[in-house]
């Protein structure tokens, strides 16, 4: 399956739709996408996984080094998901400890840029 990446600013934060799979073959697309997101200056993003139907260990990676990167630059990462199957890969990943998770983009939004740094 194919990888969508679509981008919109709410507010002070820029977020980053994904949809389809994100598994070894694609994840470099998302990591190149938020790099270059980041490098041109967003400090608060949200990523909304919505329309994302499978998430491996490589995608995880990606998501993990982005948040660092923003962390590092004093900025926000948080995580829209609320499909069960991808839920439970971040708990059983412990990384549900390490992102801000949240329902909606509005959920995410609403936690204000130090709320999505938890």
């Known amino acids: 399956m194919e990888l969508s990446l679509a981008t919109r600013t709410v507010g002070e934060h820029t977020v980053l739709e994904v949809g389809g799979e994100v598994d070894v073959y694609t994840a470099p697309r998302l ?3 938020l790099l270059e997101l980041i490098d041109g200056g967003a400090r608060h993003v949200v990523v909304d996984l919505g329309r994302v139907d499978f998430l491996d260990s490589t995608g995880l990676g990606v998501l993990v080094g982005a948040h660092k990167r923003l962390r590092t630059a004093g900025g926000s990462f948080a995580l829209v998901c609320d ?5 439970k890969i971040f708990r059983i990943t412990a990384l ?3 992102f801000p998770l949240h329902p909606t983009v509005e959920a995410a939004v609403g936690a204000g840029p130090t709320g999505a740094n938890a």
């Open 31 to 33: 990591r190149e996408r």
């Open 83 to 87: 499909k069960e199957p991808l839920l």
């Open 96 to 98: 549900d400890q390490v």
